[in-house]
């Protein structure tokens, strides 16, 4: 059940709130000992919360939009009272006393935080986590659990962030829908480790869920100026239903110098692509300009000193960049981006896979995400959603990208996309529970 489905029943009386929340805690308890997704479960308060807002709903008093539907978070956000480690031991005892912006704009939505999830596929606190399609196989990450827990059906709505693509990859991974939105339209004030536009342009905060009509649901509600983070731009968002696809101007491709996609990824994204032209698209398979520079661009950024990731991702060993090396990557990154923006001048949309393969194995080799890294760069929004499944079942998902603050474009290409192909489809694990 979506939540935009949860939503309504809960307003119309069909269902309670507190059915709702313990359903969602009962399977949990019951799917996460295999999975590891959710690391710190907040049970008992979100129970109370739950009888809370039905009282208020029965004296007439609805919360918003998000009444008594429950979310997770992934653990480099910020909930109050529930610790946020980022998956290290250093921080295992860092409690945050207030929510982040985009926790805080769930709950007054109406919305019950079940817990915080895990991160980055496995890490030393926390363990690893499994993929609810394939218990061998990774979730990918960095939002793995957040992915994990949605697909196995165990939150409906969750909350993930992205630099590369660590909401999409995860998505794609384990079947879901994920939203990367435009690079300054959702506030990154409580996000673990501190992100700003300007220390990391590339990172964003967005919503994750088993269905597009929940992440445009919830794409509004984060969205906004919080006079924090100085980044925010307060732009509209067009109503995503208004979109029409008929006419949209579409570029597509597969292949990529530094990763050549399987088969079944290769087929899945040619087959959307012939669905997007049968609705009245306008569909031409073409490679951006310089796309293959953007691992190298990522890589010197990594290496920029004083910044929020040069401790955490450098290897050990690798100098850091002096002033005139970065000087001259801040020139080579904008010579990127100038190239894209005149690139989709003739475009409304680009059509890609999310990467070369489906999920990987367990201390499988990762890859260089060539398909997600360009459009972390350029800042601008992709949606990811399911669009084929491999032959052993793990899911295939593509990615929509759109201009920059079309938002809206994204997640009707990527709503026609799941109405084509089907979207999410329960995983065995959670079948079999």
Known sequence: MSAVTLARRIRDREISVTMVVQAHLDRITRLNPRLNAVVQLAADQALAEARAADARLAAGHD??????????????????????????????????????????????????????????????????????????YSPEGSSSGEAAIIAAGGSPLGLGSDSGGSIRQPAHACGIAGLKPTTGRVPLTGHFPFISTMNDPRTTIGPMARFVEDLALVLPLLSGVDWHDPSVVPMPLADWRAVELCGLRVAWYTHHAEAEPTLETAATCRRVAQLLAARGARVEQTLPPRIEEAYDITRQYWQRPESSAADEWVPDGEAHLSSIEVERHLFVWDRFRRALIAFMANYDLILTPVAERPATPHGGEGGRIPYTLPYSLTGWPCVVVRAGTAPDGLPIGVQVVARPWRDDVALAAAAAIEEDTGGWQPPALADAS
């Open 63 to 136: 919360a918003g939009p998000l009444h008594g539907v429950p979310f997770t978070v992934k653990d480099w956000i910020d909930a109050a009272g529930l610790p946020c480690t980022g998956g290290d031991p250093r921080f295992r005892d860092r409690v945050p006393l207030v929510d982040a912006t985009v926790v805080a704009r769930l709950r007054r939505a109406g919305a019950i935080l079940l817990g915080k999830t895990n991160v980055l596929g496995e890490n030393p606190l926390y363990g690893r986590t499994s993929n609810p399609y394939h218990l061998g």
